[in-house]
């Protein structure tokens, strides 16, 4: 069964403490993951797709990595205004159907 | 450029009713999606919609039904609901053509209690 797995569920940093969150997957075919950041209230909103192992994708203090197995998002020195929900999401072979992960809860302390 | 809005943003029902939730999609997309999120988990995936035909569809029963219209705006529509499908739902939009790897555009959500 194709699955998205998250961890942790949740992540409490200190202002400028870098930290990374991971997501493994279990899909035949991988056809793209996705990462993308809620805010409470609000919808996802798109940061990065990568397609193959090996690829990296950066946006400020973010970093996206991906191999055959899992995805890791870096944070680096991250800022209270990094607080949300990070959500990792694939596409399921043959389907236009994302399946999403639960998401980790980052909270920055400033 | 305007974005994808959906509405109302919150709705409050009681079991057995029905409800119609409204997705404007952003300018230039003609494909629609609607996800259920419920608390503390990931969006599910309900059904998707390109250019007025439903083209994929989620594990959820026929009492969840939904429209496209030619401006490429959607509805979802629950029937005798139940007290389980409280939840955000979520519309997102993306480009037509509908390949794979396509990023979605979401709206704020609409923030369904039933009672």
């Known amino acids: 069964e194709d699955q998205v797995t998250q961890s942790p569920e949740a992540l409490r940093l200190q202002e400028g403490e870098s930290s990374s969150l991971n997501c493994s997957y279990t899909?035949?075919?991988?056809?793209?993951l996705f990462w993308y950041r809620q805010d409470p209230g609000k919808g996802p909103e798109f940061l990065f797709t990568?397609?193959?192992a090996g690829e990296e994708k950066e946006k400020e203090r973010l970093k996206a990595t991906l191999t055959k197995k899992e995805s890791f998002l870096h944070i680096t020195a991250p800022k209270p205004e990094d607080s949300a929900t990070y959500l990792c999401?694939?596409?399921?072979?043959?389907?236009?159907?994302?399946?999403f992960g639960t998401g980790t809860r980052l909270k920055v302390l400033a | 450029e305007t974005g994808v809005t959906q509405s109302p943003t919150h709705l409050i029902k009681t079991r057995g009713q029905q409800v119609t939730l409204r997705c404007s999609s952003q300018?230039?997309?003609?494909?629609v999606s609607w996800y259920q999120q419920a608390l503390g988990q990931g969006p599910q995936f309900i059904f998707q919609?390109?250019?007025?035909?439903?083209?994929g569809r989620g594990n959820f029963p026929p009492r969840f039904s939904g429209l496209q219209f030619p401006n490429y705006s959607s509805e979802l529509n629950v029937n005798a609901l139940e007290l389980d499908d409280s939840a955000l739902y979520l519309c997102?939009?993306?480009?037509?053509?509908?390949?794979?790897?396509?990023?979605?555009?979401f709206g704020s959500g609409t923030q369904l209690s039933v009672l």
């Open positions: 999401a694939v596409q399921a072979p043959g389907t236009y159907k994302y399946i």
């Open positions: 997102a939009s993306s480009l037509g053509g509908q390949g794979p790897n396509e990023k979605l555009f």
């Open positions: 990568l397609y193959s």
């Open positions: 899909v035949s075919g991988l056809r793209g």
């Open positions: 300018s230039g997309h003609n494909t």
């Open positions: 919609y390109y250019r007025e035909e439903e083209n």
